[in-house]
């Protein structure tokens, strides 16, 4: 478990984060959601002991979090950062030996990545006569290149194409379902949706949200529903305790009161006709987004 | 090295995997390596480094055929009886004896000898003439010439070394000041590459910023170091080959000294050129603060080559850091300087490099992650 606990940092009189806190649980994917400015990469780069801050405390599994567990870190930062002249191999190979692998065990690794993530003919190339999205590629692979025990990846879906997003979420999840933390940001909403386990909304440099995906989705799910039957939905209308949002034929939205009052709604759609789904209507993650952030 | 298993604070199975961190040291060595690799990848400095040991090798052998010309093959005369005695006798000539103004004609005509001195015709002072094929040799007749004794009261002040000096001194300046530029010009750049691309964030969580900076300084030292001996070993090679055994002898001491200071020298100015390179955050910047260090290395190059025969300005210059490497070795070479004062010198320049490597290295540290425009030094300097 890897955990901030009332993180401050300022930049002069400017205050970029106010109390953050919050948990990455191991094995699972925490999406890190929050607009531009909000404090993301700040938090991330406190995280990684590349920036200090001002108060507050980051601990993995319960004890402080020494430079040497950070060199167990994989990072990607949020502008990407590799050798523009080197081959895309040698710096997997230099960074993985920066961490402590020998040249031979650094060369498997790094062969093994770049073949995953389909950059295997390419290993040999030029960092920067490879696509942006082959760039980013490799920027993942110089994540993973050393084994990490906990990936901090900001931004790491931006400019890819969604063929590659499969391959980069494929590869993520590998990893957290091995047992490791995994915190990555973006402002992709619908990619954190599909992919992220726990969820962190920061904004203005303070944590607005935070929790399971699912948690999240019903705290904020209020009181609508969904009916799709068979039969007509006009009674609807008529019901005492009920307001019809939207109607077409056996289709129907509606805001109950309570709990009790969209049982009973229920109960009576069964006897019209039959029932193809009832459900509460979970807000989607942008929803949730804006109305955490206002 | 300490690794994180042997580490009794660490909860057990914190750990999933993975090599213990390298050492200050092996990461230092890392950096330095591929500092070192993609130097010695570039065309670029293959290419100066090749024209600048052409240029050294140049200098060598126009120097040695120059030498040749003025001091070796005696010349060939002929001489008309014992016409002339006084101005031939006690100089280098390789004379043939003709036996009469005619048979030492045709030896001039005939190319034996350059030229034929026999009994004056007219009433001409020496009392000897002297016989060319088709143009006269100003040379020879100069050597014939009957000269006055010159006594010089402050002979150290004589000027005819001074070409020589000039040479020796515009050499040691070039030297540094082409190595200096060049490995600085490196190191910044790289630096700002780091901090431009942003790899200098992955690469500060993994290793120490000191082991980072050090790596840098010391690979591109090495390449330095490298260059340096090469040109010292050509020069040597070069000066024994074209026989200027002489120059080398006298040269000897002052280069083992050159290098010793360059050493030391380099590393200060590449500590600067990193904390300089640091401060901003585009290749395009890298010029507005690194010009001023650029300053400091030509000010040496220039003055050693104005001033070199100027004992106040030399003696001054072999003692401040940035042109000791310069002005200490050519006042070996002229033989001003006494045995402790290279030590001294040496001192004063490694503590002052140390001094510059601390600041340096807070400069560096602090600016590498301030993004966007130039950092001002008094932030940098800062906490």
Same mark, same amino acid.
């Given at each position: 478990?890897?955990?901030?606990?009332?993180?401050?940092?300022?930049?002069?009189?400017?205050?970029?984060?106010?109390?953050?806190?919050?948990?990455?649980?191991?094995?699972?994917?925490?999406?890190?959601?929050?607009?531009?400015?909000?404090?993301?990469?700040?938090?991330?780069?406190?995280?990684?002991?590349?920036?200090?801050?001002?108060?507050?405390?980051?601990?993995?599994?319960?004890?402080?979090?020494?430079?040497?567990?950070?060199?167990?870190?994989?990072?990607?930062?949020?502008?990407?950062?590799?050798?523009?002249?080197?081959?895309?191999?040698?710096?997997?190979?230099?960074?993985?030996?920066?961490?402590?692998?020998?040249?031979? #065990?650094?060369?498997? @690794?790094?062969? =093994? $990545? !770049?073949?995953?993530?389909?950059? /295997?003919?390419? *290993?040999?190339? +030029?960092?920067?006569?490879?696509?942006?999205?082959?760039?980013?590629?490799?920027?993942?692979?110089?994540?993973?290149?050393?084994?990490?025990?906990?990936?901090?990846?900001?931004?790491?879906?931006?400019?890819?194409?969604?063929?590659?997003?499969?391959?980069?979420?494929?590869?993520?999840?590998?990893?957290?379902?091995?047992?490791?933390?995994?915190?990555?940001?973006?402002?992709?909403?619908?990619?954190?949706?599909?992919?992220?386990?726990?969820?962190?909304?920061?904004?203005?440099?303070?944590?607005?949200?935070?929790?399971?995906?699912?948690?999240?989705?019903? #705290?904020?799910?209020? @009181?609508?529903? =969904? $009916? !799709?039957?068979?039969?007509?939905? /006009?009674?609807? *209308?008529?019901? +005492?305790?009920?307001?019809?949002?939207?109607?077409?034929?056996?289709?129907?939205?509606?805001?109950?009161?309570?709990?009790?009052?969209?049982?009973?709604?229920?109960?009576?759609?069964?006897?019209?006709?039959?029932?193809?789904?009832?459900?509460?209507?979970?807000?989607?993650?942008?929803?949730?987004?804006?109305?955490?952030?206002? | 090295?300490?690794?994180?298993?042997?580490?009794?604070?660490?909860?057990?199975?914190?750990?999933?995997?993975?090599?213990?961190?390298?050492?200050?040291?092996?990461?230092?060595?890392?950096?330095?390596?591929?500092?070192?690799?993609?130097?010695?990848?570039?065309?670029?400095?293959?290419?100066?480094?090749?024209?600048?040991?052409?240029?050294?090798?140049?200098?060598?052998?126009?120097?040695?055929?120059?030498?040749?010309?003025?001091?070796?093959?005696?010349?060939?005369?002929?001489?008309?009886?014992?016409?002339?005695?006084?101005?031939?006798?006690?100089?280098?000539?390789?004379?043939?004896?003709?036996?009469?103004?005619?048979?030492?004609?045709?030896?001039?005509?005939?190319?034996?000898?350059?030229?034929?001195?026999?009994?004056?015709?007219?009433?001409?002072?020496?009392?000897?003439?002297?016989?060319?094929?088709?143009?006269?040799?100003?040379?020879?007749?100069?050597?014939?010439?009957?000269?006055?004794?010159?006594?010089?009261?402050?002979?150290?002040?004589?000027?005819?070394?001074?070409?020589?000096?000039?040479?020796?001194?515009?050499?040691?300046?070039?030297?540094?000041?082409?190595?200096?530029?060049?490995?600085?010009?490196?190191?910044?750049?790289?630096?700002?590459?780091?901090?431009?691309?942003?790899?200098?964030?992955?690469?500060?969580?993994?290793?120490?910023?000191?082991?980072?900076?050090?790596?840098?300084?010391?690979?591109?030292?090495?390449?330095?170091?490298?260059?340096?001996?090469?040109?010292?070993?050509?020069?040597?090679?070069?000066?024994?080959?074209?026989?200027?055994?002489?120059?080398?002898?006298?040269?000897?001491?002052?280069?083992?000294?050159?290098?010793?200071?360059?050493?030391?020298?380099?590393?200060?100015?590449?500590?600067?050129?990193?904390?300089?390179?640091?401060?901003?955050?585009?290749?395009?910047?890298?010029?507005?603060?690194?010009?001023?260090?650029?300053?400091?290395?030509?000010?040496?190059?220039?003055?050693?080559?104005?001033?070199?025969?100027?004992?106040?300005?030399?003696?001054?210059?072999?003692?401040?850091?940035?042109?000791?490497?310069?002005?200490?070795?050519?006042?070996?070479?002229?033989?001003?300087?006494?045995?402790?004062?290279?030590?001294?010198?040496?001192?004063?320049?490694?503590?002052?490099?140390?001094?510059?490597?601390?600041?340096?290295?807070?400069?560096?540290?602090?600016?590498?992650?301030?993004?966007?425009?130039?950092?001002?030094?008094?932030?940098?300097?800062?906490?």
């Amino acid at each position: 478990m890897l955990e901030l606990s009332h993180i401050d940092k300022s930049y002069g009189e400017r205050k970029v984060l106010d109390d953050v806190s919050f948990q990455v649980a191991p094995g699972r994917m925490t999406g890190f959601v929050g607009g531009n400015g909000a404090g993301k990469t700040t938090t991330m780069r406190i995280l990684l002991g590349v920036l200090a801050a001002n108060a507050g405390t980051v601990t993995l599994d319960g004890t402080p979090l020494t430079p040497e567990d950070r060199r167990r870190f994989g990072y990607m930062p949020e502008e990407r950062g590799l050798y523009p002249k080197m081959r895309v191999e040698e710096q997997l190979v230099y960074l993985a030996r920066l961490h402590g692998f020998t040249t031979h #065990a650094a060369k498997r @690794n790094a062969g =093994e $990545l !770049l073949e995953r993530l389909g950059l /295997g003919e390419r *290993r040999n190339d +030029a960092l920067e006569s490879l696509s942006l999205g082959n760039q980013q590629r490799a920027q993942i692979a110089a994540a993973l290149v050393h084994d990490p025990d906990v990936l901090v990846l900001d931004e790491p879906f931006s400019g890819l194409d969604p063929m590659a997003v499969d391959v980069v979420v494929g590869v993520l999840s590998e990893f957290a379902a091995g047992g490791s933390p995994v915190l990555f940001s973006s402002h992709q909403l619908d990619i954190v949706e599909r992919l992220c386990d726990d969820l962190v909304i920061i904004a203005g440099g303070r944590i607005r949200a935070s929790g399971s995906r699912e948690s999240l989705r019903e #705290a904020h799910a209020g @009181n609508r529903y =969904e $009916l !799709l039957t068979a039969a007509d939905t /006009g009674w609807l *209308r008529e019901r +005492a305790g009920i307001s019809v949002v939207d109607f077409d034929g056996g289709y129907a939205l509606f805001d109950a009161d309570d709990a009790q009052a969209a049982q009973a709604v229920l109960r009576e759609a069964l006897t019209h006709g039959d029932v193809t789904s009832f459900a509460p209507l979970r807000p989607t993650l942008a929803q949730i987004f804006k109305e955490v952030i206002q | 090295m300490t690794t994180a298993t042997e580490s009794p604070i660490q909860p057990a199975g914190r750990r999933r995997s993975g090599p213990a961190s390298p050492s200050l040291v092996q990461s230092i060595g890392l950096v330095a390596e591929r500092e070192v690799k993609m130097r010695l990848r570039s065309k670029t400095f293959l290419i100066s480094t090749g024209i600048l040991l052409l240029v050294i090798l140049a200098g060598i052998v126009v120097g040695g055929f120059l030498a040749k010309n003025t001091a070796s093959e005696t010349t060939k005369i002929a001489v008309v009886g014992n016409a002339g005695a006084g101005l031939v006798d006690g100089k280098t000539f390789d004379v043939t004896e003709a036996a009469d103004v005619a048979a030492a004609e045709a030896l001039v005509k005939s190319g034996d000898v350059e030229a034929a001195i026999a009994p004056a015709t007219d009433d001409n002072p020496t009392g000897v003439q002297v016989i060319f094929d088709s143009e006269a040799s100003n040379t020879l007749i100069m050597q014939l010439s009957a000269q006055p004794q010159v006594t010089i009261l402050d002979p150290d002040a004589d000027g005819s070394a001074g070409f020589l000096l000039y040479i020796v001194s515009l050499g040691f300046g070039l030297v540094f000041f082409v190595s200096a530029t060049t490995f600085g010009a490196s190191i910044a750049q790289s630096v700002v590459e780091e901090k431009q691309t942003r790899v200098v964030e992955i690469l500060m969580s993994a290793i120490p910023v000191k082991a980072l900076l050090a790596g840098k300084v010391l690979g591109n030292s090495i390449l330095a170091f490298g260059q340096i001996l090469a040109i010292a070993a050509l020069s040597v090679i070069g000066l024994t080959v074209t026989g200027q055994t002489e120059l080398l002898a006298g040269l000897g001491t002052p280069v083992v000294w050159f290098v010793v200071f360059f050493v030391l020298g380099f590393i200060l100015l590449a500590a600067l050129f990193a904390a300089a390179g640091s401060l901003v955050s585009r290749q395009e910047d890298i010029g507005s603060t690194t010009t001023p260090i650029t300053m400091l290395i030509m000010i040496p190059y220039f003055a050693v080559i104005f001033f070199n025969d100027n004992p106040v300005v030399m003696t001054i210059m072999s003692y401040v850091p940035f042109s000791a490497a310069v002005g200490m070795p050519v006042r070996l070479f002229v033989g001003s300087a006494q045995w402790w004062e290279p030590i001294l010198s040496l001192l004063i320049l490694a503590i002052t490099a140390a001094l510059v490597i601390l600041v340096g290295s807070r400069i560096y540290e602090n600016s590498l992650l301030k993004m966007g425009g130039r950092v001002k030094l008094s932030e940098a300097l800062k906490a």
